[in-house]
């Protein structure tokens, strides 16, 4: 998260323009939450799923630790070959939207399986990110 909030200072210093502020917050985002996740789920197994309070070290998780490396392969594609703003845009709202949903399914199995504090987390922290991308966002779609 840290990271990110170096993207949206970077963002205002460096964005000129609207769609130039939300590029930079997009790929920022994106390849800072995505691809420290998957390297962390990738290289640091063990340590992950005792930090997320979840035991079971499934196909699942590995499944969801190669979405997050795929979303940041092609984030990063995507910036190197610049494809500019809608590319951006599109790349980001696949991961908000999947953040959204596993925010969802966190409050819901805290709420009626196993509570753990990422349980309470994951819903707030989405939210911000909802709250920051909308910042940026707004602007550039005028």
């Not at 696949?94 to 199995?109: D, G, M, Q």
Request: aromatic content about 20%; hydrophobic content about 55%.
């Amino acid at each position: 998260m840290v990271w990110c909030g170096f993207g949206n200072i970077f963002c205002i210093l460096l964005g000129h323009k609207s769609t130039t502020q939300f590029s930079i917050f997009a790929i920022f985002t994106v390849v800072f939450l995505a691809g420290v996740t998957a390297i962390e789920g990738i290289f640091f197994t063990e340590g992950a799923t005792l930090v997320s309070g979840y035991g079971d070290n499934g196909g699942y998780r590995r499944q969801s630790r190669m979405y997050f490396l795929a979303i940041n392969v092609v984030m990063l594609i995507a910036w190197l070959m610049n494809w500019g703003f809608y590319s951006y845009l599109a790349i980001y709202m696949v991961l908000l939207v999947f953040f959204t949903f596993s925010a969802i399914n966190h409050l819901y199995t805290g709420l009626k399986e196993k509570f753990v504090m990422n349980t309470l987390l994951r819903p707030i922290r989405t939210i911000f990110l909802w709250v920051i991308t909308l910042y940026f966002l707004l602007p550039a779609l005028k």
